[in-house]
C-alpha cells in the first residue's frame, strides 16, 4: 500500500455567499463564485503549496461546486504533476434548494440549539449525513491507496465543514469534540501527515469555540 505522506485539506477562498447571504434567494448554492477577496485567498494558499509540493505528483478532490473549482485553478498547480477527480460526496451541506435568509437564519438558531451534528434543515442534510457520505468517500479513497504508483500528496478542495468531519471520521473524535470545533477560515489549510511510527498527525488543531461535553467515556 503506498500511503501518502501528506493528505492537505483546503476550504474555499470566500464567496459572495460568505459576504451576502441574501445571495441564496437568488442563485443556486453550488453556482457562488469567489470573490475577488476570495480569489485572493486561493491563490495566496496556491503559493504555500506549490512550495510544498515541490516536483512532487498530486492527487487532487474537488467539490463539485462553483467556488471549489474557481479556488483549485487560483492554485495554479503544475497540470503536469496532478491529477485532479471532482468528487461529488464532498460537497457542502445541502440546505435545500432556494433558501430563504430569514428561515435559514431561523434554522440555523435552531441547529446551535439542537447540536450541528445531529440537527437536520428542513429541506437539506444533517452533520451527520454529511459525516456518512464524507466516510464512504474516505473508503474510496483508502482503495486508492492500494495503486503501488499513488502519487505522494493528496489535496482535497472542499468545504468547513466537510474539513472538519473528514478529520473526526479519520481520527475517531468523538460527536463531541466535533461540536466544540469551530470551522476553518476561507482559504485555510489542515495537514494530515504520515509519521515514522506509520500514523498520521493533524499539522495544527482546529480552533475551539467551548470544551466538548461527551455523553460518556469513550477511547
Not at 486508492?144 to 472538519?164: C, K, Q, W, Y
Not at 482559504?187 to 475551539?208: A, H
Amino acid at each position: 500500500m503506498a500511503r501518502p505522506r501528506r493528505i492537505v485539506l483546503v476550504r474555499h477562498g470566500e464567496s459572495t455567499g460568505n459576504v451576502d447571504d441574501s445571495v441564496y434567494e437568488r442563485e443556486p448554492d453550488h453556482a457562488l463564485a469567489l470573490t475577488e477577496r476570495g480569489r485572493w485567498q486561493a491563490e495566496a494558499t496556491g503559493e504555500r503549496l506549490r512550495e510544498r509540493f515541490g516536483g512532487e505528483r498530486v492527487s487532487v478532490y474537488v467539490s463539485p461546486y462553483r467556488r471549489t473549482h474557481e479556488t483549485l485553478r487560483s492554485f495554479h498547480l503544475d497540470p503536469e504533476l496532478i491529477r485532479v477527480r471532482e468528487e461529488p460526496r464532498l460537497r457542502e451541506q445541502d440546505w435545500g434548494n432556494w433558501q430563504d435568509r430569514d428561515e435559514v437564519r431561523l434554522q440555523k438558531a435552531y441547529r446551535d440549539a439542537y447540536g450541528h451534528f445531529f440537527y437536520r434543515f428542513a429541506q437539506g442534510e444533517s452533520g451527520a449525513d454529511v459525516y456518512d457520505r464524507v466516510g464512504g468517500f474516505l473508503e474510496s479513497l483508502f482503495r486508492s491507496f492500494e495503486d503501488p504508483d499513488h502519487p505522494p500528496n493528496v489535496l482535497i478542495v472542499t468545504h468547513g465543514l466537510a474539513m472538519r468531519l473528514f478529520c473526526m471520521r479519520w481520527f475517531h473524535w468523538t460527536v463531541a469534540e466535533f461540536e466544540s470545533l469551530s470551522n476553518p477560515g476561507n482559504g485555510e489549510v489542515r495537514m494530515l501527515v504520515l509519521g515514522d511510527d506509520g500514523k498520521y498527525t493533524l499539522d495544527r488543531p482546529f480552533d475551539r469555540w467551548r470544551d466538548p461535553e461527551p455523553y460518556g467515556i469513550t477511547g
